[in-house]
């Protein structure tokens, strides 16, 4: 994501997905070897002829190797239930990461589309057109009664989930995000947030997504999630704000060596990195920290993880190796240099 | 810590804020953190879909419904309503139909709804009710064949065109009033 599209300071990425399958076979437990490859081959076709597939790229996931796959899936283009699983498995990808099309996961289909910052209106417009395409050529498995029909029941109707990552690294430092989530409950929205070893926390990110896909339409499912979302960057504002008041020196310092760490260390884990970019992205935001970009530091996000660095290195890494290529590639990135942008 | 799924160490802890008794936390693996966290925050794990599945049938239903309802089996895949129950995944669109019964219970469970109000695709023809129908015109077609009664099978081969090619009205308004029927009834359904 390139840190950029309104609320970006908080909101990551907006995220659309529908679930859909092909009439003509039967859902992926029940499917034989000769229906996944039949399944992918009529999805390859149907691509071939659609204005989208011009410049997207039909990926075999089947013959990718160990480092690709969760290459992938470090960039959220995959899931990990299409990378591990076996049989004739494809993504069709989009050259910018707008979009990408899982074939045979848990559903036949798995359309997704990317937006950066919060904006769920034009993802669903995109994704509402990518689904007209293919259902131009595809004949989905649909029942006038229960709507788009999938392999688990949470997903039938419409197939949908909407979901917005946030960074909220105040209301985690104020101990009251548990508190904001409790509230959001009530209204059937879910939240996930993701923690490491030892309960500290990954980067503070947390996931807000619709709980329901079947009794209300598209729109208003997405409604439904983009209502909340000003609320939480609210909150998380002012919990900002507080802790700029209360303790700017304090707080200053915390994400001073945050970045000392990030810029020294000669060895550092993904999970560490997690935690002090997290820091570093918030000083960044309330201009604590000045000569590191946000659109960096949501690069060094992704580019830390461990097949990232073993791309960029071009060979796989022991566990040791990777945290010293981490730490390496942290300092060539943070310290001031501009040149050392990311691309 | 042991993982909650398997043996190996738990190196994840995650808050699951969903939980209608108020957030809990999950220790798992990092294999299995990443199955959970890769499905898009929401969509209920199998694990927990079917053993919320389990609590509400023996909550509304008597042991000896229990059975019968698991014994229940789609007649196009072939799964039954205990496989369901296990897997937590449906085995094709027909499921909704053949399990019907016990899965509306469930669905108003975890949707609140039972109609959908979004989108609709513009060929319909694939719905699994049509399906169904085909497969059993094939089966006819087929027996009436092996007792050469051509007449008939020349009946069901138009019948099956019409349903292949038409809309929703060249089967709804035939379809037989049990889906359950034995599919392979010698009864002419024409
Ligand atoms: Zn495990
Ligand atoms: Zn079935």
């Known amino acids: ?59 075999d996931v089947a013959k990718l190797g160990d480092l690709d796959r969760q290459f992938l899936m470090e960039r959220q283009l995959i899931s990990h239930e299409l990378s591990e699983s076996q049989g004739a498995r494809a993504v069709i990808l989009d050259p910018n990461e707008r979009f990408s099309i899982m074939v045979n996961e848990e559903d036949h289909l798995r359309l997704q589309v990317m937006q950066s910052g919060l904006d769920l209106e034009s993802a669903w417009q995109r994704m509402d057109q990518l689904d007209n395409q293919l259902e131009s050529k595809l004949i989905y498995s649909y029942n006038k009664r229960l709507g788009y029909l999938t392999a688990c029941p949470t997903n039938v109707g419409t197939g949908l989930r909407v979901s917005v990552m946030l960074h909220l690294p105040a209301l985690v430092a104020t101990k009251q995000i548990d508190k904001v989530f409790r509230a959001l409950n009530k209204i059937n929205v879910a939240v996930r947030g993701l923690f490491g070893e030892g309960s500290q926390f990954m980067g503070d990110f947390y996931q807000i997504s619709n709980q329901t896909t079947l009794g209300k339409n598209e729109l208003a499912l997405v409604a439904k999630v983009r209502e909340v979302v000003p609320r939480l960057i609210d909150y998380e504002r002012k919990a900002r704000e507080f802790l700029v008041n209360e303790s700017r020196q304090d707080l200053h310092d915390n994400v001073s060596r945050a970045l000392g760490i990030l810029c020294t260390a000669k060895k550092i884990s993904s999970e560490e990195t997690m935690h002090y970019l997290s820091k570093v992205r918030m000083g960044v935001n309330l201009g604590l920290i000045d000569d590191v970009k946000i659109p960096t530091v949501n690069k060094l996000f992704i580019h830390t993880q461990p097949a990232h660095l073993q791309k960029l290195c071009g060979h796989k890494l022991s566990v040791t190796d990777r945290n010293i290529e981490r730490a390496n590639y942290l300092q060539l990135h943070l310290t001031k240099r501009p040149e050392s942008e990311i691309n | 810590m042991k993982c909650q799924h398997c043996e190996k160490p738990a190196t994840f802890h995650i808050t699951e804020l969903t939980d209608p008794n ?155 009033e049990e889906l359950d029927d034995d599919f392979q009834s010698e009864t002419p359904i024409v």
């Open chain 2, 22 to 176: 108020g957030p809990s936390v999950l220790h798992l693996c990092e294999e299995h953190a990443r199955t959970f966290l890769s499905n898009e925050g929401t969509a209920t794990p199998a694990s927990a879909l079917s053993s919320m599945l389990a609590k509400q049938l023996k909550i509304e239903k008597a042991a000896e419904e229990l059975a019968t309802a698991d014994k229940k089996t789609c007649p196009i895949c072939g799964i039954t309503f205990a496989d369901f129950r296990k897997g937590g995944r449906l085995g094709c669109g027909y499921d909704y139909i053949a399990f019907e019964d016990d899965l509306e219970p469930l669905l108003v469970n975890i949707h609140g709804a039972l109609q959908h109000m979004g989108k609709e695709p513009t060929n319909r023809s694939g719905s699994p009710e049509r399906q169904h129908r085909l497969m059993q015109l094939k089966v006819e077609m087929k027996d009436a064949i092996g007792k050469e009664d051509y007449e008939t099978a020349s009946r069901l081969r138009d019948k099956i065109t019409e349903v292949e090619t038409g809309d929703e009205s060249s089967w709804i308004e035939h379809e037989p």
């Open chain 1, 1 to 59: 994501m390139r840190g950029q599209g309104p609320e970006s300071d908080i909101v990551m990425s907006s995220r659309i997905r529908l679930a859909r399958n092909l009439s003509d076979f039967p859902f992926i437990r029940k499917c034989t070897p000769k229906d996944r490859i039949a399944i992918a081959t009529s999805v390859h076709h149907a691509l071939d002829s659609l204005p989208l597939s011009s410049d997207a790229e039909y990926v």
